[in-house]
């Protein structure tokens, strides 16, 4: 169990366990019925729920820059295979600092690596553009997760290899073993460990004992997911595979927690369980990410841990809007550690632990910098609100694009955007929005409202 610090500060252990592309309603306790996740079920009963959460840029180099740096995109990964400056610290540096032993294990992405150059899984990410943690195994980018390659090491020539069976498997056998040496060693050290895996994006493919339980027709598809054949057939193909994929994910969540319950370390660990973003999985009509809509930038987000560690703390869920750049100065908090001033964010902390303050959030705000350009993608540059009284409004350039009630419309089918009805709203809206671009620095042409 850590120690107190030279400060005469207890500092707890953190860790992030990441999966990519998966949305806040395939979980089953957000009640979906086709999800099994009865390990991260148990991880919101004893801790806290972030039911808000989201990704303010739901693509995944912009979202990871932006929970590893606690900055927004456009000052930090502002699109697809751009590189985190390697000049910018981020929450490892800091932890660094204050005497944590900090690693990472997983998808990185964050190198600007071009995959029309070559596959990026062979990519090997300098030492130096590893984000400052002091133990990496890693890989650039990945898309077939029973071919995963990873380096790490001291040097680029260190080590390359891959690895055995299914990524997230294998990849959770990493952060295991080093828990499991953290343990045996009599040293008090506090440590900060980042599990980032590929699953459940696409391909959609799981071991197959995971996938025996789900069939295409049986998948209950959402009610905002049309009927038009060619949509509602290409998404029970691929959540079928998906939910597989997140009940995997969910059974080595399970491994994890077995682990540090076995070796005491639960009772003085933060897990924090989220994604970079969502997948539309034909809601609207449309697939994978890159849009505001709801499937695209709800992400599950967990801060837990064992009842004991918390006297008098907080559980359940809270209805606050966290955002992608809320995710490193949060867990700093947690930590005991005030988050540094170039961080963007905001230290929300207070929703887990006793006696500590709790801030209101207004609103949060959504981007779309520099679109892929992919099929399935919004292919043009956005930005957008959410608030805390239920409303979403997005902008293209000079034009109004969404306006929603999600109070009242959850599953957004109502567009408002045009209804002069909502006039008022839509101008108070835009200059929330105009305002965040403001405080932010950001540049973008606003309707004229």
């Known amino acids: 169990m850590p120690e107190p610090d030279n400060s005469g500060t207890f500092r707890p252990n953190v860790l992030w366990i990441i999966a990519d592309q998966f949305r806040s309603q395939a979980t089953g306790y957000h009640l979906d019925p086709n999800a099994c996740t009865p390990n991260l079920d148990n991880l919101a009963a004893i801790g806290v729920d972030f039911k808000e959460a989201l990704s303010g840029f739901p693509l995944c180099c912009p979202a990871r820059g932006s929970f590893l ?28 600092d204050a005497g944590y032993d900090t690693a990472y294990f997983g998808k990185w992405h964050l190198d600007g690596f071009h995959e029309r150059t070559g596959r990026a899984a062979m990519h090997i990410v300098p030492v130096d553009r590893r984000g400052g943690f002091k133990r990496w195994i890693g890989y650039e980018n990945n898309n077939s997760p029973w071919d995963s390659w990873v380096h790490g090491g001291e040097n680029e020539s260190s080590f390359h290899y891959r690895l ?32 980032s895996v590929q699953p459940p994006h696409d391909p959609y493919a799981a071991p197959s004992r995971f996938g025996r339980n789900f069939a295409p027709a049986s998948v209950r598809l959402r009610p905002n997911v049309p009927s038009i054949a060619r949509i509602t057939e290409r998404a029970r193909r691929d959540l079928a595979g998906y939910y597989a994929m997140i009940e995997n994910f969910d059974w080595n969540v399970g491994r994890i927690v077995d682990l540090l319950r076995a070796t005491g370390l639960m009772d003085t660990t933060h897990v924090l369980v989220f994604s970079d973003h969502g997948d539309m999985h034909g809601s609207h009509g449309q697939f994978r990410k890159m849009g505001p809509y709801e499937e695209a930038i709800r992400i599950p987000f967990l801060v837990s841990g064992e009842r004991a560690f918390y006297h008098g703390r907080r559980s359940g869920g809270v209805q606050v809007l966290l955002n992608h750049v809320d995710v490193a100065p949060t867990t700093l908090g947690l930590c005991g550690i005030a988050p540094p001033p170039w ?95 403001s405080d932010t620095d950001d540049h973008f042409v606003l309707p004229n409202l």
């Not at 995109?73 to 932890?95: C, F, N, Q, R, S």
């Not at 294998?170 to 828990?179: I, M, Q, S």
């Open 69 to 96: 740096t606690g900055r927004y995109p456009h000052h930090m990964v502002p699109g697809h295979e751009y590189a985190l400056p390697p000049d910018k610290p981020t929450i490892a540096h800091v932890l660094n």
């Open 164 to 195: 055995p069976g299914y990524e997230t498997d294998a990849l959770t056998d990493l952060l295991l073993e080093h828990v499991t040496k953290i343990s045996e060693t009599r040293e008090r050290t506090p440590f900060f460990a980042v599990l």
């Open 343 to 437: 961080m963007e964010g905001t230290d929300l902390s207070g929703y887990r632990l006793p006696n500590r303050s709790s801030p209101s959030v207004d609103s949060a705000y959504l981007q779309s910098v520099v679109p892929t350009g992919h099929p399935d993608s919004v292919d043009r540059p956005w930005r957008g609100v959410v608030t805390s009284d239920g409303w979403k409004y997005v902008a293209f350039e000079g034009v109004p694009w969404l306006l929603f009630n999600l109070l009242e419309d959850p599953l957004e089918q109502a567009n408002m955007a045009h209804n002069s009805r909502y006039a008022e709203i839509r101008k108070r809206l835009n200059d929330r929005l105009g305002q965040w671009m």
